[in-house]
């Protein structure tokens, strides 16, 4: 087992208890464990919709790979997608660029790699505004997390057009001796650049379709849990109370939103007179079966890789 790979089973590890720490005093307060059983018949409706978006979102991946000039095999580019969920729960996902070390070897650059993932978040990013925009529950919430969307596709705009500059520091970095920064520097303007190959109308069509789909379908996922739950809200409501708390929890900058997202679904479902103990059992079975399941899938397949990679070395 490589030092990332125990480092990220680490960080797994002590993310999970200091979640069950916060769901213990929950459910002291609320008793939200009471509804465990009824929770667990739905889960794996849950995991196969989630299952379901992550080949939706690694479509639109090998789609922009391929029209990049980097196609991969289809299942080996699959689980080095999917390993880079073993760090899903970093600030700004940035951890899922572990997916560099699984692709090189089969002809990706690491540039492509950092291209396609940011091109990925900003997309992404996008559709979940777009199904958040659905029906607004709180109105701040929403501004929130609307300003945050504009910002930060505002901020790539603004570095795509300043490479120059991406550069110059690049260069006064590595001049100075900080030759790690410097390749940081270098790879996010390498990425950054990179991203302009894809800003035509059918990529940008394909991107933001494929988008929609699969966080239409995680929201759907999570209509279903409020359903089985006995919760009955308005359809476009219930919508678009998941894609509002994702980008509420993005724009918290806390890793993978563990906590900011939580307490966004249950104010969100307490607007609509839910009961505490019953949202925040909602919130935590959609978090189970999207971000905790990713982990678990990204492990599995980090995991699978560097096995693969061991294999090829010997």
Request: charged fraction near 10%.
């Amino acid at each position: 087992m490589s030092l990332r790979t125990s480092g990220a089973l680490i960080g797994f590890a002590l993310l999970t208890v200091g979640y069950l720490v916060a769901l213990i005093w929950a459910d002291s307060r609320h008793q939200v464990f009471s509804g465990l059983p009824k929770l667990a018949s739905v889960l794996p409706m849950l995991v196969v919709a989630s299952a379901i978006t992550y080949l939706v979102r690694y479509l639109r991946w090998y789609w922009l790979l391929r029209r990049s000039g980097h196609p991969t095999p289809f299942l080996r580019g699959f689980a080095a997608y999917l390993s880079g969920f073993a760090f899903t729960a970093t600030p700004g996902k940035v951890g899922e660029l572990v997916r560099i070390r699984y692709l090189v070897p089969i002809g990706v650059p690491a540039a492509r790699v950092v291209a396609a993932f940011i091109f990925e978040r900003a997309f992404d990013l996008i559709a979940v505004l777009m199904l958040a925009s659905l029906a607004i529950s709180s109105t701040r919430t929403f501004i929130i997390s609307t300003v945050f969307v504009i910002v930060f596709l505002s901020g790539l705009a603004l570095a795509s057009a300043n490479l120059a500059w991406f550069s110059a520091r690049a260069l006064a970095l590595s001049t100075r001796g900080f030759k790690r920064t410097a390749k940081v520097v270098t790879a996010i303007s390498d990425g950054l650049e990179g991203c302009r190959l894809w800003l035509n109308p059918t990529d940008i069509a394909i991107s933001v379709v494929l988008g929609l789909l699969a966080w239409s379908i995680a929201s759907l996922a999570f209509i279903y849990l409020l359903d089985r739950l006995g919760i009955s809200l308005p359809f476009l409501q219930a919508l678009s109370i998941y894609p509002l708390s994702m980008l509420a929890g993005a724009a918290s900058m806390l890793p993978g939103g563990v906590g900011s997202t939580e307490v966004t679904i249950v104010g969100l479902l307490s607007m609509h007179d839910v009961p505490i103990g019953l949202a925040t059992l909602a919130a935590v079975g959609i978090r189970l079966s999207s971000l905790w399941f990713s982990v678990v899938c990204g492990f599995m397949s980090l995991l699978g890789m560097e096995r693969a990679l061991l294999a090829n070395t010997d």
